[in-house]
């Protein structure tokens, strides 16, 4: 439950803005005139804040849409990222949002239409290259879990139905899909959902729907003709990590058509050394900031010896079910693997 709605005066008088804060009648809204005055300021504790949010509305200035790292990529032509709202509505320990930003607060930009204006313009400058430009959403927020209340995806996909040569891929864990179910599915449109072995999602991803849950959408979505992408990243590596990651592949595809999936990605546990820092200090005793960890380059990330275990293993279960070229493994030590 939101208790408290900051709102930039810029956006106040926005139909989003309104539409947005008529969802909690109860709330508290207070004007602001620019969201850093409460996202960035000091003296924050993210863990308090997390057990009750404040939500802000506001409006992203400067550059809306980046480039993602060279190595990160799904087959397509160029990639970049975008994110309209910053902050999840679910508690994953490892991730990185926690180490990144002073405030836990749910922080939308409701400026849609000048993200759309700048994806506009980068597919522009990429219309003759081969491959589709692809823009990603869903690395600073979950792109669904929060859609009840921000409506980003039945305002961004029919967006796209516009931008023939570029590709929108939505990251998420959210089983939110009815306003996708309620739309023609789209070639240009990937969902793609971060899975984890029923104890992994038990024990660190916490909020999040169970495996099962994740599953069922999955194949609703891929029944209705939506493209789907798999997204085993991080891997958590733990005592018996190959058995339970051996479980859930074969219940995911055993549900789900191999043919009709896009594509298959697999990272490890990789965080900036300082965010590193700040997440163990919110949770000192937590066996996922000791177990396997060490510091690589002023990163933080399992031993190289145990990356690539990882990797190739659950790179190994994978390739019966699905097309190796469809398989993307994201190493923290060298080029891209698979």
């Known amino acids: 439950m939101v208790d408290s709605i900051y709102i930039e005066s810029a956006v106040a008088s926005q139909a989003r803005t309104q539409d947005i ?6 709330a508290t809204l ?6 850093g005055e409460v996202f960035n300021s000091h003296s924050q504790n993210f863990r308090i ?18 480039p993602t790292p060279a190595q990160y990529e799904t087959g397509g032509g160029a990639h970049y990222y975008f994110s309209h709202m910053l902050n999840c509505v679910y508690d994953c320990r490892y991730c990185f949002l926690q180490g990144m930003l002073r405030s836990a607060s749910y922080l939308v930009f409701v400026n849609y239409d000048d993200f759309l204006d700048e994806i506009r313009e980068i ?3 990429h219309k003759d290259e081969a491959k589709p430009t692809w823009f990603f959403s869903g690395y600073d927020c979950d792109s669904l879990a929060y859609e009840p209340v921000t409506g980003f995806a039945e305002h961004f996909v029919p967006a796209f139905k516009d931008i023939p040569n570029a590709v929108l891929e939505l990251r ?28 992994v999602a038990q024990e660190v991803e916490l909020g999040a729907p169970s495996l099962a849950k994740r599953i069922e959408a999955l194949a609703k979505l891929q029944e209705h003709g939506w493209r789907i992408g798999l997204r ?5 590596w733990h005592q018996d990590y190959l058995a339970d990651y051996a479980e859930m592949i074969e219940g995911v595809f055993s549900q789900l058509d191999a043919e009709r999936i896009d594509s298959l990605t697999i990272g490890g546990f990789r965080l900036p050394k300082g965010f590193y820092k700040t997440m163990h200090k919110l949770h000192p005793d937590h066996w996922l900031f000791s177990a396997g960890l060490s510091e690589q380059e002023g990163m933080v990330t399992y031993s190289s010896e145990i990356e690539s275990q990882v990797l190739t293993s659950v790179g190994e279960l994978c390739e019966p079910h699905i097309s ?9 030590f060298e080029e891209p693997a698979l």
């Open 172 to 199: 998420t864990k959210s089983t939110q899909v009815r306003s996708l179910l309620k739309q023609t599915a789209q070639d240009n449109v990937v969902v793609a959902y971060s899975l984890s072995p029923k104890r």
């Open 324 to 332: 190796v070229d469809k398989i993307f493994a994201y190493s923290s």
């Open 21 to 26: 804060a008529r969802r909690y009648p109860k």
């Open 49 to 66: 804040q997390k057990q009750n949010p404040s939500l802000i509305l506001a409006a992203k200035q400067n550059k809306k849409v980046m």
């Open 30 to 35: 207070i004007e602001i005139e620019r969201y």
């Open 123 to 125: 597919a522009e400058q």
């Open 232 to 236: 085993f990243d991080p891997i958590i």
